[in-house]
């Protein structure tokens, strides 16, 4: 299988490492601390490699909503988490990814829009705390990803989910940076909030992200670190574009033929290539 790539800068041409017996995807993991940017870079990403774009968070932010609507408080005593864990595993929690829209589904309900708002984020954060909570989504998530290739974005992507990833990125940006991203980001949703408010929640979601025993948030092993402090979204994207070319540096352009070797997903093959898409404008 070949991904064209859509051309707008530099030529770029990538395709899927596969083997006579498997088929593995491409997977671009992206990790990092709140507000970082990784939902509009993996989403970039993900339509210039034309596969899916996957936001775990929402999944644990719907895990979240559902311990709202239970009429649970942060943080969680030992009976609360025992509920919350309950409740990931009973009700049918989908993620949907299509043109860079994500959709999450609780039990066929579309939640996509309840859980933005900032009391479901750090709901979601100490949800994501519970062993069971994560036992309940991480199988989910690997099903997702694996199906057609993905680039997916959380906090545990590049240590747990697919520490095969073909590139692992954690992807950060100074505090004050992120505060005012998502703070904007709010505000185009109509959500009033101030940037210290959004700061004072984030610092403590890092915490409890990179605290918690369980898949705490860290540059996992492997990982390229982004900083994306003073960067343009687009020099971002064209850093990782050239991160994943140079993963797959085996790559060889001979007679027509692509030969990609990844890093991680083993034996050398040779495909001939579909051209490189022309972008229309
Ligand atoms: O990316 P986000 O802000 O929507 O994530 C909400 C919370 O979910 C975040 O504070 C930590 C948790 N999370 C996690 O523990 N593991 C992931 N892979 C994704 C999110």
Known sequence: MTIPVRQRRKPFRMSLCQTPESTEPLVVAIDGPAGAGKSTVARLL???LEIPYLDTGAMYRAVGLLAIRAGLSDPLGEAEQIQVAALAGEHI???MSHKGVVQVTVDDE???EAIRTPECALMASAVSAVSGVRSALVPIQRRIGLAHGCVMEGRDI???VFPDATLKVYLTASSDER????QLDLQNKGIDTSVDEVKQQQHQRDLQDTSRADSPLHVARGSVVVDSTGLSLDEVVERML???QATSKDCLDTNGENTIRSRNYGELV????APIEEESS
């Open 179 to 182: 505060a005012m991203r998502r």
């Open 242 to 244: 050239s991160e994943l």
């Open 46 to 48: 993900a339509d210039r």
């Open 158 to 160: 590049g240590s747990v």
């Open 93 to 95: 929690i989908e993620l």
């Open 270 to 273: 040779r495909r001939r290539s």
């Open 110 to 112: 579309d939640v996509s």
